[in-house]
């Protein structure tokens, strides 16, 4: 059985190659994009921007919505009240309790819009485009000043590496305990919460049992492999940001710019 | 010949707690490790051959003695933890579970991580890890994932790990233990290499007597002290001591030894079927005459006891399918056509290589997996009809899976074995009387029933693990190399325990195993799985004969049949079917002209 871990989808696009430092940097400038839009004509900027990145990626859209399905509640949540209990100028609907103001659904379509956007932002830069693996990497190199602060950087991206490691091996062996106790009578489908909860102990006792054994393990074959810590490490994949990389920071950095200047001299319909 | 590791007096003691005592490890131990050498360190489980690994690895440092590597003594009072550290870059060490002592996500990053630690440049680091994985032909899977990979795949991954590092010196600890025979073939393999072609001292620490044969030299532990050690030569060519130590032999001296012991002078130390078979020859003189074998009617009789068909049919596959993914681009044809029937009273042996369906088989036994076509029938009974309970069907059909220990959870023995028959709604006298019969079975003392089974030793947790299924008093039992990791004296334990279970309870047992040689010994009946098709099934005499066959899907043949070919090339025709030591042993006797 296999995990896909945020979904990440092999390629050899742009986006693909970016050094992960540059995407994160990126990614928190797109943020901030996104924040900044307020005009309707900066947001179809934005919008068509955001496509574009798809497009750049050769990800399916259709996978880039997908991503979109578990926040599905909280947006339609946020439209509602925004909907509901937004107090603006001009009432729209006056029927007893409700009042629906103009302002209200405005700032609804700004909030989703603003949502849908950031994930398929992120998700082009961060998930779809990026191993864990890589992901970590640039994270602890891009941290690495605050190592100076006494901030375990390193040790942090360290235990991250690990997890992503291990927990295909542990998936695997929660099916065999399970398949094991499965043979011994236990039953793991049927009766109220607490019986069900009370089934799973003999699957997390051993489960627990060997994580702990396995991380024993570890730690000794680290120590063997002269492990200590981050200090006097290099590595064998140093990430080098190329021309490409700035290029693309500087192109969503005159995206901004862009948004800013709409807002100020189109600010059509903006709040 | 200058020492990589010099071993003197030392003793180590596991300091115990307010439930266990304290454990003499290791006493008095000496022995030296040569340059360039492969040494191995035999010994029974508990022998104190780990403990000896990780002191020779600075992981702990002894009570008394010397560890002595390049003139310096690292267990000195002196010593610092610099020089501990610089000793640990001599020294490398492979473990046993492939899977606990992988750290990074992608296969070459894994192998720089030891030259990471050390602070070599990256470029430098680049160029050592291409080669590490050149040398132990794991290039091509760079950038893997490790978890995908074989264990086999996994372990070359470590050790290429380890010869990045560019140590004098590799310690296996039980590297192999875990790995199915081609798993172990690979890694052997690289290992031999490593030790020939780069010079690098290898010691090796095991339980497998085929690997022993290899070395150049061999220390035998036994309760924590050396027994013996020399050349392989010299240290089988006393098979008694290593009996007595829980051990064993390769089954071409145990040949050679019962033949000696009925007074033809064979020689003990010949390990290689072919040379084994030249000396039996010479030994012979010329006194063994096929004719007289032919005409032996006490051989004869025991051969044609072949496995009785006519007892009752517990439980069998007709028409059997089966797809993992069934309709997606994956879909791959696991099982085809399996026509089985298994019967009461015996012992079936299931053998087939890794991938070859027989795990499959197993899960749609125990109704874990339900067959795509076809039906299973318990008793006379489809398990999949729809007026039976799985449930009830698992407790008819007992599965131990492979590495059961892993599955103990409760607080006590006794309750992890109760585990199966409380699911079952035995009151609990009946709940006693099952727990104390299956722990009879399986060798479960008790004075361990209340014991927590997180305490037990290895051999000890499979075995509370095997109750625990047979505590349920299955009518067929269904075990998933039920031996696997354990040494010669555990192996047995558990198999004998598994054959006495079968002969008082006239169950049917279903056991898979790569160990021909356990197969060979225990099993009434073969049956030979490839591809996910039955393409042999009879008895051991009429499957390991046929060997070739057997060689060509992969798959060994008991050490002594090899040694019965070799003889029959020679002239000393004792029969294609012969798959016991014993056995082999009594016909060339039994053709010897008076």
Redesign the interface.
């Known amino acids: 059985m296999?995990i896909a871990f945020g979904q990440y989808c092999e390629g050899d696009s742009i986006l693909h190659r970016l050094d992960p430092r540059a995407k994160l940097i990126i990614s928190i400038i797109y943020i901030v994009v996104i924040f900044l839009a307020k005009s309707v004509f900066a947001f179809v900027l934005v919008a068509a921007a955001t496509a574009g990145l798809v497009a750049v990626s050769k990800i399916s859209p259709k996978i880039a919505l997908k991503g979109l399905k578990p926040i599905l509640f909280i947006v339609v949540f946020t439209t509602l009240v925004n909907i509901f209990w937004y107090k603006g100028e001009t009432l729209l609907v006056n029927f007893g309790f409700i009042h629906i103001y103009l302002e209200g659904i405005w700032n609804a379509l700004l909030i989703v819009l603003r949502i849908v956007l950031l994930l398929i932002a992120t998700g082009m830069f961060l998930t779809y485009t990026t191993?864990?693996?890589s992901l970590t990497d640039g994270m602890e190199q891009l941290l690495a000043p605050l190592a100076k602060l006494k901030i375990p950087v390193h040790d942090f991206s360290m235990m991250m590496?690990?997890a992503?490691?291990f927990i295909?091996?542990l998936i695997?062996?929660t099916e065999?305990?399970m398949?094991?106790?499965?043979?011994?009578?236990?039953?793991f489908s049927t009766g109220g919460p607490i019986k069900r909860a009370k089934a799973l102990?003999?699957?997390v006792?051993?489960l627990f049992?060997?994580a702990f054994?396995?991380a024993g393990?570890?730690a000794?074959?680290?120590?063997?492999?002269?492990?200590?810590g981050g200090e006097?490490?290099?590595?064998?994949?140093?990430l080098r940001a190329g021309a490409i990389d700035y290029i693309f920071t500087l192109v969503v950095i005159m995206l901004g710019a862009g948004v800013i200047l709409i807002n100020k001299f189109i600010p059509g319909f903006s709040l | 010949m200058e020492n990589a590791i010099e071993i003197k007096n030392l003793s180590f003691t596991y300091p115990g707690d307010e439930i266990t005592p304290p454990v003499e490890a290791l006493k008095d131990v000496s022995f030296t490790v040569e340059k360039g050498s492969f040494t191995v360190i035999l010994g029974h489980n508990g022998s104190g051959k780990s403990t000896l690994a990780s002191l020779m690895c600075m992981l702990a440092s002894p009570d008394k003695g010397q560890i002595i590597m390049g003139g310096r003594d690292y267990a000195a009072e002196d010593v610092t933890d610099e020089e501990i550290f610089d000793a640990r870059r001599r020294v490398g060490m492979v473990f046993q579970n492939p899977d606990n002592q992988i750290v990074a996500t992608i296969v070459e990053e894994d192998v720089a991580f030891g030259c990471e630690n050390l602070g070599v440049p990256s470029a430098e680091i680049r160029r050592r890890v291409d080669e590490a994985l050149d040398t132990v032909g794991m290039r091509k899977y760079a950038r893997h994932a490790p978890h995908r990979l074989s264990g086999g795949q996994k372990q070359r991954v470590a050790i290429a790990g380890v010869i990045a590092m560019k140590r004098d010196v590799i310690i296996f600890d039980e590297s192999t233990a875990m790995l199915d025979p081609m798993g172990r073939r690979e890694v052997m393999n690289t290992i031999e290499r490593l030790n020939r072609d780069d010079g690098i001292t290898v010691a090796l620490i095991t339980h497998y007597m085929e690997e022993a044969t290899r070395a150049d030299k061999i220390v035998v532990m036994n309760g924590g002290t050396v027994l013996s050690s020399g050349s392989p030569s010299e240290v089988f060519s006393h098979p008694m001591t290593l009996w007595n130590a829980g051990l064993d032999v390769p089954q071409t001296t145990e040949l050679s030894w019962r033949l000696k012991e009925a007074g033809i002078d064979a020689p003990l130390d010949l390990f290689d079927c072919e040379e084994c078979a030249d000396g039996i020859v010479k030994a012979l003189k010329g006194r063994f005459d096929s004719s007289v074998l032919c005409k032996n009617e006490e051989i004869n009789k025991e051969k044609n006891i072949g496995a009785s068909a006519s007892k009752e049919i517990v439980f069998e596959l007709r028409g059997i399918n089966y797809f993992y993914g069934k309709g997606t681009p994956y879909e791959t044809h696991a099982l085809k056509n399996i026509e089985l029937a298994f019967r009461k009273g015996e012992i079936t042996g299931v053998i087939g290589h890794t991938g070859s369906g027989k795990s499959t088989m197993m899960q749609l036994l125990n109704g874990l997996l339900k067959p795509t076509e076809g039906k299973i029938l318990l008793e006379g009974k489809d398990i999949w009809d729809k007026s039976s309970s799985i449930r009830d069907v698992r407790f008819k059909a007992g599965l131990v899976m492979q590495y059961p220990e892993y599955q103990l959870f409760a607080q006590t023995v006794y309750d992890d074995i109760a585990f199966g028959p409380r699911n079952m709604g035995l009151d609990e006298d009946e709940v006693r009387r099952r727990c104390m019969e299956a722990a009879a079975f399986a060798d479960v003392s008790q004075e361990m029933m209340n014991r927590s089974p997180f305490d037990l030793s290895g051999g000890q947790k499979r075995r509370v693990a095997l109750a625990g299924v047979i505590a349920m008093n299955p009518s067929v039992l269904i075990l998933d190399e039920p031996a696997a990791g354990l040494d010669p004296g555990g192996r047995r334990a558990i198999l004998d325990g598994i054959r006495e279970y079968k002969e008082i309870s006239g169950s049917s047992i279903i056991v898979v195993s790569h160990s021909m040689e356990d197969m060979a010994a225990y099993c009434d009946r073969i049956v030979v799985m490839a591809d996910g098709a039955i393409i042999m099934d009879g008895s051991p005499a009429e499957v390991f004969s046929r060997s070739e066959e057997l060689t060509g899907v992969g798959l060994d043949v008991p050490q002594v049949t090899r040694v019965a070919a070799s003889l029959a090339a020679r002239g000393v025709d004792i029969g294609r079917d012969v798959y016991a030591v014993r056995c082999a042993a009594e016909r060339i006797l039994g053709g010897i002209k008076s």
């Open positions: 296999d191993t864990p693996l590496t690990i992503l490691r295909p091996t695997e062996e065999k305990i398949n094991a106790q499965k043979a011994r009578g236990a039953d102990l003999p699957v006792i051993p049992a060997s054994r396995r393990d570890l000794t074959a680290m120590e063997c492999r002269c492990y200590t006097g490490r290099t590595r064998m994949n140093v």
